[in-house]
């Protein structure tokens, strides 16, 4: 099956930029989505880029996508105490009519103040 | 607009016992409705989903099961829990996009289960 990996932990200082990576296998994937998940509650999506871009920019936020690779990261700007949270990286295969997401493991970013 | 609920927020359970999760969205209809599993340190684990009404597909064989009894809400059952379904229970929905579709799937707050 396909499968996306992620690093499991990332720390920054607050004011730092942090990157949080991930690479899939999937090379059908059309869309790749970067999920937060504050304690104790669900997912909320934070960005998404289609698999014809190679970076999204929105405020703080940026997204690069390297297709031939197959690796996503995401490039939060300004880390703020606010930001600590677990990032999950997903992508779908919409192209195949499929309605899943999968999801990596997520990266749990911790920022020291 | 869109919300999602699940009930209960939090369960304590034990081993042996039956089980009832439910979810319920409102604001859209004919959505694709997704239960996932959040154990300690295994990420998201995709466990039933749901195109329709009475249509449910299971990706991971185990001792829980789902239905879909009306169009907006999804119930995930077990007739005997096993200390290993603890865990943090996440409903989600989407839109019943057709192909090439930005499939953003919409996640409700989750139950917490523990069983004992």
């Known amino acids: 099956g396909e499968d996306v990996e992620q690093s499991l932990f990332l720390s920054v200082r607050e004011g730092d930029s942090s990157v949080i990576n991930c690479t899939y296998t999937d090379s059908s994937s059309t869309y790749l989505y970067w999920y937060k998940q504050e304690p104790g509650a669900g997912l909320q999506l934070l960005t998404y880029?289609?698999?014809?871009?190679d970076m999204k920019q929105d405020q703080r936020l940026t997204v690069l996508l390297n297709k031939k690779d197959k690796h996503l990261s995401l490039r939060i700007a300004d880390t703020q105490t606010g930001d600590s949270a677990i990032y999950f990286c997903?992508?779908?295969?919409?192209?195949?009519?499929?309605?899943?997401?999968?999801f990596g493991k997520g990266t749990k970013l911790s920022v020291i103040p | 607009s869109q919300t999602i609920h699940q009930w209960p927020a939090t369960l304590v359970q034990p081993v042996g016992s039956p089980l009832s999760l439910e979810c319920t969205v409102e604001g859209t209809s004919n959505p694709n409705l997704y239960w996932y599993r959040q154990a300690a340190g295994r990420g998201l684990q995709l466990l039933f989903y749901?195109?329709?009404?009475?249509?449910i597909s299971s990706e991971v064989p185990q001792n829980l099961s789902a239905s879909r009894p009306q169009d907006r809400q999804f119930i995930l059952s077990s007739k005997k829990l096993l200390l290993s379904d603890s865990g943090f229970y996440l409903c989600?929905?989407?839109?019943?996009?057709?192909?090439?579709?930005?499939?953003?799937?919409?996640f409700g707050p989750g139950t917490r289960l523990t069983v004992l």
């Open positions: 749901s195109v329709g009404i009475g249509q």
């Open positions: 880029i289609f698999s014809n871009m």
């Open positions: 997903a992508e779908t295969d919409s192209g195949a009519g499929s309605y899943q997401l999968t």
């Open positions: 989600a929905w989407s839109e019943s996009g057709g192909l090439g579709a930005y499939n953003e799937q919409f």
